[in-house]
């Protein structure tokens, strides 16, 4: 059974501070790893892919994989109050089945 | 550009009753995937197509179905529903089946 796991929260950080989302899986093959944004009532929204070991950056947001620990973490800088929202990780396992494995979600409260 | 298009947007039914949710992916795009969510949990995958071909199933029973048409829209069918069956249903597309996932706005399904 492959695993996605993420705290369920909610992380609180104040307006302007970075938030710190962070993820584990179980398949250590796994190669794929993205990132997803998804309001109250809404659908999930892609806001960073990541394939290698190392950061990725775009805008506020940076991407970080250590396949070697199994993490990928996403870090949100100058958090802003529509930030809040649940953040969801998802994994591609190896197989060659790119089926990704969502985990529950974090959700992040940026209060102001 | 239009983004993945689901229909209905919203939807009631009965237990035992059948429904059809339909998905247009981002122009482009060939492989279509389906999932379930449901409140506090991860999308679930149910199945994806490929040039339309079945690439996967998850851990649904038999009474989900689907398909992908020439044009590379998709139908997610469910017989016999269940009030369990109640949940936010998802369609995502991508380019390759190795490329990010996009999700449409889902269909919300109630089973009353």
């Known amino acids: 059974q492959k695993e996605v796991e993420q705290n369920s929260g909610p992380l609180s950080v104040p307006e302007g501070a970075i938030a710190s989302l962070n993820c584990t899986y179980s398949?250590?093959?796994?190669?794929?790893f993205f990132w997803y944004r998804q309001y109250s009532g809404k659908s999930p929204e892609l806001i960073m892919f990541i394939y290698s070991n190392g950061d990725k950056e775009d805008g506020r947001f940076t991407a970080q994989l250590n396949k070697a620990s199994q993490y990928v973490s996403l870090l949100i800088r100058d958090s802003q109050p529509s930030d809040s929202a649940t953040y969801l990780c998802a994994v591609n396992p190896t197989g060659g089945s790119y089926i990704p494995t969502f985990g529950r979600g974090t959700s992040l409260i940026v209060h102001p | 550009d239009a983004g993945v298009t689901q229909s209905p947007t919203h939807l009631i039914k009965t237990r035992g009753q059948h429904v059809t949710l339909r998905c247009s992916p981002i122009?482009?795009?060939?492989?279509v995937s389906w999932y379930q969510q449901v409140l506090g949990q991860g999308p679930q995958f149910i199945f994806q197509y490929y040039e339309k071909e079945e690439r996967g199933r998850g851990n649904f029973p038999d009474r989900f179905s689907a398909r992908q048409f020439p044009n590379y829209s998709s139908e997610l069918n469910v017989n016999a529903l269940l009030l369990g069956d109640s949940a936010l249903y998802l369609c995502a597309s991508s380019l390759e089946v190795a490329e990010p996932q996009h999700f449409g706005d889902g269909t919300r399904l109630s089973i009353l």
């Open positions: 122009s482009g795009h060939k492989s």
């Open positions: 398949d250590r093959g796994s190669q794929s």
